[in-house]
């Protein structure tokens, strides 16, 4: 009796294991390119081209490593992939000029800072053919501390224009977090 049990184990086991399908599974690809395509009557007309496509990642490389270089505190790096002409657009600020004109701009600004970070969300680079124009658009969490000891973080959409590998405009969005209740 003792010889049955491993006996009907193996059975059972080769049964199991040796009954499963070995066949390729077939990816179902789900996209919107299999919708009808039907002409759309937008009640807005797009300042920007609607007609982009996926663009080159390298692009977001040369984004992301100006803000981190930034956040370290190293402005010259930051600024290096810049083009010579420039425009920065944020909140209550706009600045259109030279790459170096900036870099005088920012350095007196990220000496106040003691420490800063960023956490990116994600990113989605664009390429615009009819412009030939690259956009990145990183969204993510930065936070800073003052050298007077203040915090401060806030959600930021960061959208960048490169052309030719150089940066030449960031149009940066952010929120601003509800200020916390003192808690009693």
């Known amino acids: 009796m003792n010889i049955k049990k491993p006996f009907l184990f193996v059975f059972l086991s080769s049964v199991i294991f040796g009954c499963s399908n070995n066949d390729p599974k077939q990816e179902v690809t789900k996209s919107d390119s299999?919708?009808?395509?039907?002409?759309?009557?937008?009640?807005y007309t797009a300042k920007y081209s609607l007609n982009w496509?996926?663009?080159?990642?390298q692009n977001a490389v040369v984004v992301l490593n100006s803000i981190k270089k930034y956040m370290d505190g190293d402005i010259t790096g930051a600024f290096s992939e810049f083009a010579d002409s420039v425009t920065?657009?944020?909140?209550?600020?706009?600045?259109?000029?030279?790459?170096?004109?900036?870099?005088?701009?920012?350095?007196?600004?990220?000496?106040?800072?003691?420490?800063?970070?960023?956490?990116?969300?994600?990113?989605?680079?664009?390429?615009?053919p009819d412009q030939n124009d690259t956009w990145v658009t990183v969204w993510g969490v930065q936070k800073w501390v003052l050298k007077n000891g203040k915090v401060d973080s806030f959600y930021i959409a960061e959208d960048v224009r490169l052309k030719d590998g150089k940066i030449r405009e960031i149009d940066e969005k952010m929120r601003a977090y509800p200020d916390q209740k003192a808690k009693k």
Request: net charge neutral.
């Open 34 to 43: 299999t919708a009808k395509k039907v002409a759309l009557n937008y009640p």
């Open 53 to 57: 496509q996926p663009g080159d990642e």
């Open 88 to 128: 920065f657009i944020a909140d209550k600020f706009l600045f259109t000029g030279t790459k170096d004109s900036l870099i005088n701009l920012m350095t007196p600004m990220r000496a106040q800072i003691a420490s800063m970070t960023f956490q990116p969300d994600t990113w989605l680079t664009a390429y615009y």
